[in-house]
């Protein structure tokens, strides 16, 4: 319909020309990108705002440029911005009355700037902006006094980011005039003290600490936070206000990397879901203490500040008992502390766990029917720790209906109570990796599953995927181990002496992807029957040769390192070139007079050589070399080759001693006279 089109087309030429007049009036273009009602002007080494933007603009993004100063009239005519972003700036001051009377704005980035020059002008500034509800000051080299200037009744504020600055010390007044703050975020700053500096704050939610030098965090009673972050602090004592007859809000307490001595007093009523605990030194104290002398034992904890006020917190210190509400956690994180067992309730009160984290612990005996897990547990890691014992009963196992992953590697563990695995219906993921654990024979069937094994019956698994047995010292593997799995992992490295053999894996041709023979002594394995198999291990075996049944796979990475390989085909690196990915070869002792291979490999830009620099070769001499660095003269050709290099050698050799007997000849002609001369002036006899 071009009778309708006509009129919308001019009406767009007369919007272009409105926004060209004003800075036609100008001698430089404006810098900036319309789109709609935003102007982007990033990136433009702008030492003013520009000016000639449409009056109506409502969002302003000058964003890395060289502002030093928000002057009275920089904004004059931009009366409807709604957003105005000047991150990364150098700026030092926003002058008091850049914004006018009552201006609209509502957010407000400040970021990476150098307002701590100008704080006081800006804080002025600030004032005239009732409406606004975010604004980033982070980075601004702000020291406590001049935030408190700066935030003077931003009574709208929801959403205040103080991070990166020099804040040292907070308290009651710092934010009390923020009742409408939501969210702060106030790390990496160098805050030692806090104290009661959020009670003015009624609706904050969410709170970030993580990076400063906090002590501790004591008569914590923020009941409407929902997450607070303390993470990379010196925290060593977390305890909330117990008295407090009201639920906490607190769903998700990060207080990863501290100085935690014991578990944090939480609140003995709250919704807390997710707890992060790791990098610690948290341990419980209640199997230390004896009852007859524990009465005596100190249970409070004074704490003083800086006005030397004295806050006395009373704790159950060495009373297991006391864990506050735990029963909303799904997710606790404990990896790196010192937990030695878990005391009686501990976890059985968790009645949500999915995951548990104990990677890196003390723990040494696990007993899942004391612990009393609950059904939602998913995944369970213990791995490194010091466990020589696994007890469970029957009934327990069965209760542990969701568990999925279990992870026990890097353990003690000689026994584990027969049917462990087998009776945990949704187990996927296995790992005993590091403990020592066979595969039990055909004929003991482990039937009795109450009784300690020390070995593990893993035939007929049928809901696990994955299988990591890695040093677990297997000798031998009974031939039909693997029989009734669905393995797509397997994992049996380090385990010298296993031996595999092509019959042991029969059962896991259809569905093997991931395999890992490494140092298993492995004899001559067909791989040809695994044809979803994409990750091959295969170092550490002595190998002379790449088994030719990899050929036909489809394999994308394969560790064949550290074996007694000369030498790879170039019809085998041709077929396996165009499908690898990721391949290890060093450690070999390859023959530099057959590396057609390798530059083959090198040359398939799809190929990853991860440690090509460690590939060495050896030529006919035994002289070893760096493959790749140098193309070395090998063969019948070769020989040729050495020859004109002893030749040139030797006409390199002639050359020297020719110039440097002329050299004698031309230079020394008076030594030589004088030797001559001394010859004749001898005196004759005659
Ligand atoms: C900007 O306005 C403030 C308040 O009206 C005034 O005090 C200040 O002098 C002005 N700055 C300049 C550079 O005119
Ligand atoms: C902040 O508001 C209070 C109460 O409305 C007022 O007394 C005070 O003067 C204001 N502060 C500034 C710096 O305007
Ligand atoms: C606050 O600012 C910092 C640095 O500018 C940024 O990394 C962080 O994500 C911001 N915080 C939030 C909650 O957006
Ligand atoms: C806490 O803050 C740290 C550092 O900013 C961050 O890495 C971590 O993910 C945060 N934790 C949570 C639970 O958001
Ligand atoms: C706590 O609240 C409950 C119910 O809301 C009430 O029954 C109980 O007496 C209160 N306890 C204290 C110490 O206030
Ligand atoms: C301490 O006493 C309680 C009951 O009074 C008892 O259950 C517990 O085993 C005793 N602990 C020790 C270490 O004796
Ligand atoms: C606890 O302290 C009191 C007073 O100092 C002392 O009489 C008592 O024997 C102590 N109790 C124990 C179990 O050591
Ligand atoms: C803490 O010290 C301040 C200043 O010295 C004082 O105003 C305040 O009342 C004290 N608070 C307590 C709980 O003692
Ligand atoms: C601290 O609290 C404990 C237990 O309530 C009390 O025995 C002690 O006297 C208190 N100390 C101070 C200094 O208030
Ligand atoms: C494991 O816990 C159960 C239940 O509390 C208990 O009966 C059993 O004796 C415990 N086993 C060991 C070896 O402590
Ligand atoms: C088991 O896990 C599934 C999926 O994660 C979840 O939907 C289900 O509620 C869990 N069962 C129990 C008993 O927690
Ligand atoms: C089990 O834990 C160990 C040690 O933390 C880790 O290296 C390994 O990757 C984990 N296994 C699985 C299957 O995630």
């Not at 925290?235 to 906490?248: P, S």
């Not at 170092?539 to 796979?553: A, D, I």
Request: net charge negative.
């Amino acid at each position: 319909m071009p009778v309708h089109t006509l009129p919308s087309t001019f009406l767009m030429l007369l919007a272009v020309w409105s926004v060209l007049v004003p800075s036609l009036s100008h001698p430089q273009p404006i810098p900036c990108q319309m789109i709609q009602r935003m102007a982007l002007c990033n990136n433009g080494r702008l030492p003013h705002v520009p000016v000639g933007l449409p009056y109506n603009t409502d969002e302003l993004q000058l964003n890395h440029n060289h502002i030093q100063t928000l002057l009275n009239n920089s904004l004059l005519h931009y009366s409807s911005l709604y957003t105005l972003s000047l991150a990364g700036n150098h700026l030092e001051k926003i002058e008091a009355n850049a914004f006018g009377d009552s201006h609209p704005l509502q957010i407000l980035n400040l970021a990476e700037n150098k307002l701590h020059v100008g704080y006081q002008d800006t804080s002025h500034a600030l004032l005239q902006l009732p409406q606004l509800r975010v604004l980033d000051l982070s980075q601004n080299e702000l020291e406590d006094d001049m935030v408190f200037h700066l935030l003077q009744n931003l009574t709208s504020l929801q959403y205040l980011n103080l991070s990166r600055n020099l804040i040292q010390r907070l308290d009651e007044s710092s934010f009390e005039g923020l009742p409408q703050l939501r969210e702060l975020d106030l790390h990496s700053n160098m805050l030692f003290e806090i104290d009661g500096a959020f009670s003015g704050n009624p609706k904050l939610q969410r709170l970030n600490l993580a990076f400063n030098y906090l002590p501790c965090l004591i008569d914590f009673h923020m009941t409407q936070l929902v997450v607070l972050n303390a993470s990379h602090n010196f925290i060593e004592w977390f305890v909330a206000l117990q008295e407090r007859n009201e639920t906490f809000h607190l769903e998700t307490l990060d207080l990863t990397d501290n100085k935690l001595l014991f578990f944090p007093f939480l609140p003995s009523q709250s919704r807390l879901r997710n707890i992060y605990l790791s990098h610690n030194s948290v341990r419980f104290y209640g199997g230390l203490v004896d009852n007859a002398t524990g009465e005596n034992w100190t249970t409070s904890v004074q704490f003083y500040n800086l006005n030397g006020n004295l806050s006395n917190v009373t704790a159950q210190l060495w009373d297991d008992s006391l864990f506050g509400d735990v029963s909303s956690v799904e997710i606790l994180d404990l990896r790196d502390n010192q937990v030695e067992y878990f005391p009686q309730g501990f976890i059985s009160q968790m009645q949500s766990l999915t995951r548990l984290q104990m990677h890196t612990n003390c723990l040494k005996t696990l007993n899942l029917t004391s612990a009393g897990f609950s059904s939602s547990l998913y995944a369970l890691d213990v791995s490194n720790n010091r466990l020589s014992e696994v007890i469970a009963e029957k009934g327990a196992l069965a209760a542990l209906g969701n568990l999925t992953y279990l992870n026990m590697s890097l353990n003690s563990l000689r026994w584990l109570p027969s049917g462990l695995f087998s009776s945990v219906e949704s187990l996927r993921s296995v790992d005993l990796s590091y403990n020592s654990m066979g595969i039990c024979p055909s004929e003991t069937r482990g039937e009795d599953k109450d009784s300690p094994s020390d070995c593990v019956v893993w035939r007929n698994m049928a809901s696990l995927r994955q299988l990591y047995l890695r040093g677990c010292g297997i000798k031998g593997m009974p031939p039909s181990a693997f029989a009734g799995m669905r393995l797509t992992h397997l994992e049996l490295s380090d385990n010298p002496g296993l031996r595999v053999e092509t019959g042991f894996l029969q059962a896991l041709t259809g569905t093997l992807q991931h395999l890992g023979l490494g140092k298993t002594d492995m004899q001559a394995v067909d791989f040809s029957p695994f044809h979803r198999l994409r990750y091959l291990n295969i170092s550490r075996n002595s190998l002379t040769h790449l088994p030719k049944s990899l050929l036909n796979l489809d394999l994308r990475m394969l560790d064949a390192s550290d074996n007694n390989l000369s030498t790879i085909s170039p019809g085998h690196a041709a077929s396996l070139a165009p499908k690898l990915r990721i391949v290890f070869l060093a450690g070999n002792p390859f023959n530099c007079c057959q590396m057609e291979w390798y530059r083959m490999f090198e040359t398939t830009t799809t190929v990853n050589m991860v440690d090509h620099t460690e590939i060495l070769c050896q030529d006919e001499a035994k002289i070893t070399y760096r493959a790749g660095v140098l193309s070395i003269l090998c063969g019948d050709s070769s020989r040729e080759s050495v020859f004109w290099y002893l030749l040139l050698i030797l006409f390199v050799f002639l050359l020297f001693v020719g110039i440097q007997t002329i050299c004698v000849l031309t230079f020394r002609p008076l030594m030589l006279q004088k030797t001559v001369k001394k010859k004749s002036v001898k005196p004759t006899s005659y």
